[in-house]
């Protein structure tokens, strides 16, 4: 790791805190580091690991600038750049899964603010929140989606029939939350602001190489996927690999032993024994409440095991990427993406209230259509 990646490392309080945690639930549960590596979800680090790589690309390449100038153009008010990147965000999370989504539109947010005056920080919490809502959309929006829907036995129709009610009365809160976030104000431009220079030859390299991925993520093959973008940067863009916030990776494993570790402490499992059980009420808030702690993806895969996949728990969990950062990973890649401390406690300034409306505007639309 470079010099740079340690200093941010150091600077990380959200990676501090999963040290802290980890190391108090080590002392409740049996002290296993040897079961540690089988915790951790490889698949996801590697994914995570060639989609961040391919992002940096892009982004060195220029294309974002020039895509970035282009919509600054197109869109006169600062509230209707931010509807577009925010709607953007939901619409490509349906289909293309909310990290890829993010991927796409931070490094884009994070370029327009070198065009214009806008409130960067904001915008990418709307972001992550509007892909916590589009992605609840299909099957394939979002990994607990892929679980439960592959659990159900229904049609990718009939899963997102399922879905609708709730993904469009998200969609309309997001929408009028957002209209009143971002003024109409006019957009200021930077008149000191260079002209975009950009590598075709880069962006490209990349687009092949982003082929090459998704067909080793097909095969199954992600490890060699990954090697080969790495290899392809190696040979064409050494800097890509250089400045990719490797870090990340390190917050995700230490997410998953802590997740590990924490299933076992007694007192849950004895919760998860009895959650079979449990009234619809307590259901909701059970899934809601764990989605919150170990992140809703996590949470999906332990209640399966003890509920049956229907409706109300994949709404449930899909409610549950909303309010605390780890609710979703989403949000985590989302903030680590803005480089910014601040941005950490304004998230939760828009995301508990957004928890809070979705637990009881879900539940009663819930009961609504069982009516």
Not at 187 to 193: F, P, Q, R
Not at 200 to 220: D, G, H, N, Q, T
Request: proline fraction near 5%; aromatic fraction near 12%; charge should be positive.
């Amino acid at each position: 790791m470079t010099l740079p990646g340690l200093q941010a490392l150091a600077r990380d309080r959200f990676f501090h805190l999963l040290l802290v945690i980890g190391v108090g639930l080590s002392f409740l549960v049996p002290f296993a580091p040897s079961l540690w590596p089988a915790a951790i979800d490889w698949h996801t680090i590697i994914t995570l690991s060639g989609l961040m790589m391919l992002t940096k690309g892009v982004e060195q390449s220029g294309f974002f600038d020039v895509l970035g100038r282009k919509l600054v153009r197109r869109f006169a008010t600062e509230r209707r750049l931010s509807l577009f990147m925010v709607f953007s965000a939901a619409l490509l999370s349906t289909f293309l899964t909310n990290d890829v989504a993010l991927f796409i539109v931070v490094p884009l947010t994070l370029t327009l603010r070198k065009l214009c005056e806008i409130p960067v920080n904001r915008l990418i919490i709307f972001e992550a929140l509007a892909v916590n809502a589009g992605s609840l959309l299909t099957p394939i929006g979002n990994p607990q989606n892929i679980l439960l829907w592959g659990r159900s036995g229904l049609s990718f129709a009939a899963f997102s029939g399922q879905m609708a009610p709730l993904a469009l009365a998200m969609m309309l809160t997001l929408g009028l939350v957002c209209w009143f976030a971002f003024p109409a104000k006019a957009l200021n431009y930077h008149s000191g602001a260079s002209a975009p220079q950009w590598k075709p030859r880069l962006i490209w390299s990349c687009l092949v190489l982003y082929l090459v991925f998704l067909a080793a993520l097909e095969l199954k093959q992600e490890l060699w996927g990954a090697l080969l973008v790495a290899g392809g940067f190696l040979l064409l863009a050494r800097r890509v690999l250089i400045n990719v916030d490797w870090t990340l990776l390190l917050v995700f494993m230490a997410m998953f032993i802590d997740v590990h570790l924490l299933i076992q402490v007694p007192a849950l499992q004895g919760l998860l024994h009895s959650v079979g059980g449990l009234s619809q009420p307590g259901l909701w808030l059970t899934a809601i409440g764990l989605s919150q702690f170990i992140s809703n993806v996590p949470a999906t895969i332990l209640l399966l095991n003890y509920v049956p996949p229907t409706a109300m728990l994949a709404w449930a969990v899909n409610i549950g990427g909303f309010g605390l950062l780890p609710g979703s990973l989403a949000n985590l890649i989302a903030l680590r993406m803005a480089n910014n401390r601040r941005i950490w406690w304004r998230f939760h300034l828009w995301s508990l209230p957004m928890l809070l409306w979705a637990g009881l505007m879900g539940y009663g639309l819930h009961l609504l259509l069982q009516a």
